[in-house]
């Protein structure tokens, strides 16, 4: 039997409570690694741990929201704890999708409804970041983003606007922290079968979106799992600071 591709390797998972997340956590656990995983919900995350050790992982539940002052002190504070230093940090944090949001055009959305998305989806993680990156020397730096922050989209602006920092922080983190080998990478995801997404469509919306991909699905959360793994592991070893877009080839055909 191989060994794992993350054997030995400590993580942590921001937003671990989503379908996503729950699948990168029961894969990485399954390839040999110690996860401390946080989110808001603290039954779902005990659930997940739970399930991680009995895949033979060291899993932790922090109960987190990371919008909240000092939550990141807190972070690093479970950290230094559990592993003391930091091999991967992943972050599917993201503001949900409010339809009266998303089908406002930027002349519409309110400065307000703009600043709630940005705290969540960028300033958020970038707190996260900042706090973990000293524990992080030789670590692998993994954040979401979305294909409509890359070819941008007829609806959803104030969430493109959010995305797209994502990776210019991503991008500022592989320049500035080249001295501590720390690799970066935004996953642009297109359009994933979540609940948080997919069960607020219409039945002919999904369908339409379905058809955008030359694949003609929507992905699932399994497939981003596995996106996931291979940045963190050694399998991408001299990629970095790169947008990994995750949507069929929906973007390819622009």
């Known amino acids: 039997m191989r060994p794992g591709l993350l054997e030995g390797k400590s993580c942590v998972i921001l937003g671990a409570t989503g379908e996503v997340g729950r699948e990168t956590a029961l894969l990485f656990a399954s390839e040999g690694a110690s996860l401390l995983l946080s989110g808001r919900r603290a039954g779902v995350l005990s659930g997940l741990a739970e399930e991680c050790r009995r895949r033979g992982a060291r899993a932790e539940a922090l109960q987190l929201d990371l919008s909240e002052p000092g939550a990141e002190s807190v972070l690093a504070g479970a950290v230094t704890r559990a592993f003391g230093r930091l091999d991967v940090l992943i972050s599917y944090v993201g503001y949900p999708l409010e339809p009266e949001i998303w089908y406002r055009g930027i002349g519409e959305v309110r400065a307000d409804e703009l600043v709630k998305i940005l705290n969540v989806d960028l300033l958020s993680t970038f707190r996260a970041v900042r706090a973990l990156l000293p524990f992080m020397e030789g670590g692998v730096l993994i954040l979401t983003s979305s294909t409509p922050a890359l070819s941008w989209y007829r609806y959803g602006s104030a969430y ?6 994502v990776v210019g922080l991503v991008r500022a983190v592989a320049a500035e922290y080249r001295r501590y080998k720390v690799r970066a990478y935004a996953l642009a995801l297109g359009n994933i079968k979540t609940s948080a ?5 219409r039945e002919d919306e999904r369908e339409a979106l379905a058809e955008e991909s030359p694949m003609g699905r929507w992905g699932e959360p399994s497939e981003v ?4 793994l291979a940045l963190a592991s050694d399998l ?11 949507d069929g080839g929906t973007l390819m055909l622009g």
């Open 225 to 228: 799992a596995k996106v996931a």
């Open 160 to 165: 493109s606007i959010a995305k797209l920092a």
């Open 236 to 246: 991408f070893s001299f990629v970095n600071g790169q947008v990994i877009v995750v």
């Open 197 to 201: 997404t997919y069960d607020v469509l």
